[in-house]
């Protein structure tokens, strides 16, 4: 029987306490729980080169319509990526 707490907990405990840390300097003090998921959408999303299925994945979420709501786009790139076509 595998112990509760192991080696892998340690190491999924730590790197979400790295990214919780993070995500409330990022949302500038607000700690609500919808403006943290928000920013930790936003900073996987970039951190996989804006692959929005494998954020999908890394969001739980079994609709994509649900990690979009999450996601922030900026408008300008959006714009920029037009015309650069």
């Not at 403006?35 to 692959?51: G, P, S, W």
Request: charged share 20%.
């Amino acid at each position: 029987m595998r112990a509760f707490w192991s080696r892998d907990c340690n190491k999924t405990f730590f790197c979400c306490s790295r990214l919780v840390a993070g995500v409330a300097n990022e949302s500038r003090g607000d700690w609500r729980p919808h403006a943290m998921r928000k920013t930790f959408a936003n900073r996987v999303y970039h951190q996989l080169n804006q692959d929005l299925v494998k954020t999908q994945r890394a969001m739980g979420h079994k609709n994509i319509n649900s990690t979009v709501a999450y996601l922030s786009f900026v408008e300008a790139e959006i714009d920029a990526a037009i015309l650069a076509s």
